[in-house]
């Protein structure tokens, strides 16, 4: 099992920047993928970024590109994602995961955190 913790949400203006942070602990070993999802109210949730654990692949949805970076730690088993020129459509409920096997960027991913809610004013 892998536990994900994430903060760093808030609310900032558009425009603005925010860094989210995700904190892993249990079989870290196991990771071969982490990513970044979101969701807002009332829509599915969507891809965001995602990084190969052992190596340094990343990859971004076409809506963030240029804009989030993803990073991690390894060896303080630390995820995380840079946010600048926040949108008001940036807002959701931003999730950590993990998975045990790369299958796609957006998909094999077994563990989740909780979530931690990023909210864009305009």
Known sequence: QVQLVESGG???QAGGSLRLSCAAAGRTLSID????FRQAPGK???????????????????SVKGRFTISKDNVKNMLSLQMNSL?????ALYYCAAGPKF????????????GTQVTVSS
């Open 10 to 12: 808030g609310l900032v």
């Open 33 to 36: 993928v982490m990513g970044w």
């Open 44 to 62: 599915e949730r969507q891809f965001v970024a995602a990084i190969m654990w052992r190596g340094s692949r990343t990859y971004y949805a076409d």
């Open 87 to 91: 949108k008001p459509e940036d807002t």
């Open 103 to 114: 299958i796609t960027p957006a998909g094999g991913y077994d563990y989740w955190g909780q």
